[in-house]
């Protein structure tokens, strides 16, 4: 009876042994990762965050995942020393630790910390971990214990970046007898979205006037002068596109670009924010569609990702630093004061100060980054607004694509032409800079 006992003990040892060694690997695809990207998106448009705020959540948890990814790689460099402040320590790495998984863990770990409803983000993990638990929890809880690791560090770095302190800063000051400062707009009349936006540390940039641009054409109203050449500009165009009617292709391209998440719609009594990306998820989109069609691998998908959304955030910080140094008044409010005072722009103003103009900086940075990535003439169906009722666009290059961009702030006409042009070289700026200087690959 004894021996009896004694096999079946065995039997069921050696049974649960085997079936431990019979774990599959938790296997971690670029559309893992391609899908988690897009949650957090959904999210951000849920919670309404700026453009700035946005590109600052889109950066820190793609860093978390390269880094997480890339201690030891034999391919891609580790970011720290390279990006402002970031020293990150190493961390020992288990026998056949699963590397993708555990970068996946780490960019939901830092993202859940981002936005204000975390616990959609929580919800999505927990969805994963219930699935990978069953495949493999050993592989899981290494990974999660490697990830999580990486993330506390990042974390502590990104919450040194200023964020939380420009949180208690005064807001932007309307009221003045200057006539060339800006002024909210209709139809919400929203106060200058976050006016101390230049403080936040930059990632690639040394400093937020790395690239200060030049000034606008000086304020005037005198009908000779240049400024209000480019005032008359903005009016004549949007008559003119107006013209042609609600299907032209001017108003087609403004609309696809619009990428306004403030957009105010009344309905009787109520007003209410449509929602829609902002300009930094919209190229965070295309990185994606150039991703996709290349069928990059998982590194590569979070190299691009990570260094798109790098060159994004510093184009927000360079931008927003001149807008509210010249703090320059919206076409908008001048024309309806001494012009037309039923004119009203194609597209609905952003509340924030005019010069430069943020999706041309923006735009300009990442078609630098995606050409130094993908190469030159990549041509790609930009299908991001597909979500929003917008039809697909089809691009020949990045920088087709940026230049569209830009043009599209003046068929809205929400911008003078200086804002656009100089926001271009701008943007270069900042997006050849974060290829020169930030080393991904060995």
């Known amino acids: 009876m004894k021996l009896k006992n004694i096999l079946i003990l065995l039997t069921l040892f050696i049974g649960v042994f085997s079936c431990e060694k019979n774990y599959e690997s938790i296997n971690i695809s670029s559309e893992h990762y391609h ?11 849920h919670d309404i965050f700026s ?18 990814l890339n201690q030891e790689s034999d391919a891609y460099k580790s970011l720290s020393n390279q990006l402002q402040d970031f020293n990150i320590n190493s961390v020992a790495k288990t026998d056949n630790l699963n590397l993708k998984l555990a970068a996946l863990i780490a960019y939901i770990d830092v993202a ?104 606008h054409p000086p304020f005037s109203l005198e ?23 609600d299907d032209s292709e001017e108003i087609a391209i403004a609309r696809f670009w619009d990428c306004n998440p403030f957009v105010s719609v009344n309905k009787g009594h109520f007003m209410f924010a449509e929602k829609k990306i902002t300009p930094g998820a919209h190229w965070i989109g295309i990185c994606k569609i150039a991703c996709k069609q290349t069928a990059a691998n998982f590194e590569k998908t979070v190299f691009a990702y990570t260094k798109t959304s790098i060159g994004i955030a510093d184009a927000f910080i360079s931008c927003w630093d001149e807008k509210y140094r010249s703090n320059l008044i ?32 923006v735009s300009a940075a990442s078609s630098e980054i995606l050409t130094n990535i993908f190469g030159d003439n990549f041509a790609f169906n930009d299908t991001t607004e597909l979500p929003y009722g917008l039809p697909m666009r089809h691009f020949k290059s990045f920088k087709l694509a940026a230049k569209e961009a830009a043009e599209s702030r003046l068929y809205g006409g929400i911008h003078y032409r200086a804002a656009v042009d100089v926001g271009v070289e701008q943007g270069v700026g900042v997006g050849t800079l974060v290829n020169s200087k930030i080393i991904f690959l060995k």
């Open 35 to 45: 899908n988690t990207v897009d949650h957090l998106t959904e999210v951000m448009i």
């Open 51 to 68: 453009p700035p705020v946005a590109s600052r959540i889109y950066a820190y948890p793609n860093i978390a995942a390269y880094e997480t």
């Open 112 to 215: 859940k910390e981002l936005v204000f409803s975390g616990e959609r983000i929580e919800n999505y993990r927990d969805s994963l971990y219930t699935e990978w638990q069953t495949i493999n929890p050993n592989e899981l809880e290494s990974a999660k214990t490697y990830a999580l690791t990486i993330s506390y560090q990042v974390k502590t770095w990104m919450n040194a970046d200023m964020y939380k302190e420009t949180r208690t800063m005064p807001d932007y000051n309307i009221y003045t007898n200057d006539v060339s400062r800006w002024e909210p707009t209709p139809p919400a009349y929203m106060k200058g979205i976050e006016p101390h936006w230049n403080k936040i540390r930059p990632f690639a940039l040394d400093s937020a006037a790395q690239f200060k641009p030049k000034s």
């Open 223 to 245: 009908k000779d002068s240049a400024f209000y050449a480019e005032l008359m500009d903005v009016v004549n165009l949007n008559n003119s596109i107006r013209a042609k009617g």
């Open 330 to 361: 919206r076409p908008e409010t001048l024309i309806n004061k001494y012009i037309d005072l039923e004119w009203a722009p194609i597209l609905q103003t952003p509340p924030f100060p005019e010069y430069t103009s943020g999706h041309s900086v």
